[in-house]
Nanobody
Framework: QVQLVESGGGLVQAGGSLRLSCAAS????????MGWYRQAPGKQRELVAD???????KLADSVAGRATISRDDAKDTVYLQMNGLKPEDTAVYYC??????????WGQGTQVTVSS
């Protein structure tokens, strides 16, 4: 059974930093796509950043210059480093993984709260 376990969320003051981690277990095939999404109360889930197996990355405009996404394929883990956090970054952050066979998986989410 595939599981995605996110960690690293929490309460941080504006201007602070967080590093989110998402470790996948039970995945039989290789992982192609790994991404971080977030959903704030009353809003739709949105892409924050993603990274493909060839290392290509994409960042949302809202976090460009403040966030870095990386992955460790040996550990089936994706990371999201966020600096200069703003209150508008407050949301539940979800990890998303797509395997080379096309299977999609989501983590349970980790809360990030940025106080002003």
């Amino acid at each position: 059974q595939v599981q995605l376990v996110e960690s690293g969320g929490g309460l941080v003051q504006a201007g602070g930093s967080l590093r989110l981690s998402c470790a996948a277990s039970g995945v039989i095939s290789s992982i192609n796509y790994m991404g971080w999404y977030r959903q704030a109360p009353g809003k739709q889930r949105e892409l924050v950043a993603d990274i493909t197996s060839d290392g290509s990355t994409k960042l949302a405009d809202s976090v460009a210059g403040r966030a870095t996404i990386s992955r460790d394929d040996a550990k089936d883990t994706v990371y999201l480093q966020m600096n200069g956090l703003k209150p508008e970054d407050t949301a539940v952050y979800y990890c998303n993984v797509i395997t080379i066979l096309g299977y999609h998986y989501w983590g349970q989410g980790t809360q990030v709260t940025v106080s002003s």
